[in-house]
């Protein structure tokens, strides 16, 4: 019987696919014929059983929130995850999960409570477990709303144990002046080596970071934007800055100032590296592909099926933390032992661990980064509260989100900020005193 010390990460040992079907779910992500209408998103992570079959009350639990809008998306596979888990457990246990009750769900958040994830090393925090009980409970109250189980009182959505999400810490982390010139060296060459063509992963953690964006803002980056831009800036010559309207949390819009030298920067990735990938995708896929409209894609390192295509939030996420670690820009961690078996390690009933030297940022950091940046600059002219500024430049919903999330950190490093925003700004020549 599987250890139900490690179910909970598709990560976990024997989790690829094998001739005897022994795992009891497979994730698999979507991707349509295009002579076909399924109606279905491609990317979208759907659920089936060790045979292949679909698991289909999970899945239309998923499509549900598969909507076009950015981050109800990004839900839809966070549910598919936290659904897979379930059905990994449920296996565990011998049941399915029309079977399960109140007292299964009750085991299961136990479980999670001491489950350390394959993947991070780290057991589980607080808001993770929290997130995962919360989706099996609104999915089994998806089914009954839909008429595919009826309800009882040991219905699993009825269980009132507590997934508490603890007490909310923000971590603002801001990257230093010499973390991100480092960083960035290793991403691509700077705008200043005229004779290089920029490359993707660098000019995506310039755009996020010269706008103050998330990740998502890089994905749905298209080329009918950057044509916009384009035509804006050649109407205005005048003009140093032009507007762009991106979609964030809950689908609140909010308007981002994306500096002239970026716009530039940007149409010389697409003149030819990117350009450079699509010559190669029709090469090898032939005259029947056709490019995405997103700016940014797979490069000539991915496999033939994924070169040209529209690049993943992780697949940028990844490269952005890749180049942090190549960069030397590193921290120690705690993470759990595991055995050949992939069960941890314990001492006394907890975890044993081991120092590990990780990529100390995330490419969200260059968020936190752009939001010190512009709070120095608003002071540097005279606004002592620059707050109501920056809620809205990030597209906050409240004050008190902007306040409660930088209020306490952004006195730490701020002149280091400064000076290394300065440097990129000076590599686009947005000043003439280049030191």
């Known amino acids: 019987?599987?250890?139900?010390?490690?179910?909970?990460?598709?990560?976990?040992?024997?989790?690829?696919?094998?001739?005897?079907?022994?795992?009891?779910?497979?994730?698999?992500?979507?991707?349509?014929?295009?002579?076909?209408?399924?109606?279905?998103?491609?990317?979208?992570?759907?659920?089936?059983?060790?045979?292949?079959?679909?698991?289909?009350?999970?899945?239309?639990?998923?499509?549900?929130?598969?909507?076009?809008?950015?981050?109800?998306?990004?839900?839809?596979?966070?549910?598919?995850?936290?659904?897979?888990?379930?059905?990994?457990?449920?296996?565990?246990?011998?049941?399915?999960?029309?079977?399960?009750?109140?007292?299964?769900?009750?085991?299961?958040?136990?479980?999670?409570?001491?489950?350390?994830?394959?993947?991070?090393?780290?057991?589980?925090?607080?808001?993770?477990?929290?997130?995962?009980?919360?989706t099996v409970k609104h999915f089994y109250e998806f089914c009954i709303t839909k008429g595919f189980i009826c309800d009882s009182a040991s219905s699993p959505h009825r269980y009132k144990g507590?997934?508490?999400?603890?007490?909310?810490?923000?971590?603002?982390?801001?990257?230093?002046?010499?973390?991100?010139?480092?960083?960035?060296?290793?991403?691509?060459?700077?705008?200043?080596?005229?004779?290089a063509s920029p490359t993707r992963d660098?000019?995506?953690?310039?755009?996020?970071?010269?706008?103050?964006?998330?990740?998502?803002?890089?994905?749905a980056l298209t080329m009918t934007d950057v044509l916009n831009w384009e035509l804006e800036l050649r109407e205005r010559p005048d003009r140093f800055l032009v507007e762009h309207t991106v979609v964030g949390k809950g689908n609140v819009q909010r308007t981002v100032l994306v500096p002239r030298p970026l716009v530039s920067r940007i149409i010389k990735y697409i003149e030819t590296t990117r350009a450079q990938i699509i010559t190669l995708a029709l090469k090898i896929k032939g005259p029947g592909w056709a490019p995405p409209n997103k700016i940014f894609l797979n490069g000539i390192e991915s496999n033939h099926r994924d070169l040209g295509n529209a690049a993943s939030a992780d697949t940028l996420g990844r490269s952005f933390v890749e180049g942090v670690r190549k960069a030397g820009v590193l921290k120690a961690e705690d993470r759990v032992l595991f055995d050949a078996d992939g069960k941890p390690f314990r001492e006394g009933g907890s975890p044993k661990t081991e120092i590990v030297l990780s990529p100390k940022h995330s490419i969200h950091h260059l968020r936190h980064t752009f939001v010190a940046v512009i709070a120095d600059g608003l002071r540097r002219h005279g606004n002592s509260a620059p707050f109501k500024v920056i809620q809205m430049l990030l597209g906050h919903s409240w004050l008190s989100t902007t306040v409660d999330t930088y209020g306490g950190s952004l006195a730490l490093d701020e002149p280091d900020i400064a000076d290394a925003y300065e440097t990129v700004l000076r590599s686009y020549n947005f000043h003439e005193d280049v030191e």
Not at 202 to 211: G, S
Request: charged share 25%.
């Open 1 to 134: 019987m599987r250890s139900a010390e490690n179910l909970w990460d598709e990560g976990s040992p024997g989790s690829d696919f094998d001739a005897e079907f022994s795992q009891p779910v497979h994730r698999i992500k979507s991707l349509n014929d295009p002579t076909a209408n399924t109606g279905i998103p491609d990317g979208v992570t759907l659920l089936f059983d060790r045979w292949f079959k679909p698991l289909t009350e999970m899945n239309l639990f998923i499509l549900n929130h598969a909507k076009d809008r950015r981050n109800l998306f990004n839900t839809a596979n966070s549910y598919a995850d936290d659904l897979a888990n379930y059905e990994m457990y449920c296996d565990y246990k011998g049941i399915t999960w029309r079977d399960a009750t109140t007292s299964d769900m009750e085991f299961y958040h136990s479980i999670l409570s001491s489950g350390v994830s394959w993947i991070t090393r780290k057991t589980f925090s607080p808001s993770t477990i929290a997130r995962r009980i919360g």
């Open 162 to 195: 507590k997934a508490s999400r603890g007490t909310k810490v923000v971590k603002v982390k801001f990257i230093d002046l010499r973390s991100l010139r480092q960083i960035l060296t290793v991403l691509g060459p700077s705008p200043e080596e005229n004779t």
């Open 202 to 219: 660098r000019t995506v953690a310039e755009y996020l970071f010269l706008i103050g964006g998330r990740l998502e803002d890089a994905v």
